[in-house]
């Protein structure tokens, strides 16, 4: 069951995502029923979809890096399990790669 994404939803799940993302270090990730969780503790599964739908806006926007398995993945809609990290953790990684 897909629910209303509004303006006020979207912006809610927005500040989630960033801010649950700003408490992780280094590569650590977060995976989309973090967010929706954390927006409603009691029917979680609902706001799959639209915690998906600000993340792809987040992710066009350069504000968060999505990934399956570790790489970052960019075509929508994604496909299996997917997971969020903040971008300069992935610019961490490069730097230490090449190092």
Known sequence: M???LTPKIEAQLRAI???L????RGRASIGP???ARSFKAD???SWMDSVKEVARKLADEGAIEVTRHGKPI?????RGV????NPLAADAQS???SA
């Open 33 to 35: 029923a973090d967010v």
């Open 74 to 78: 960019a075509t929508w809609p994604w």
């Open 21 to 24: 993302l700003r408490e992780k």
């Open 95 to 97: 730097s230490s790669e």
């Open 43 to 45: 029917g979680w599964k």
């Open 2 to 4: 897909t629910l209303m």
């Open 82 to 85: 997917v997971r969020f990290r």
């Open 17 to 19: 995502t960033l801010e």
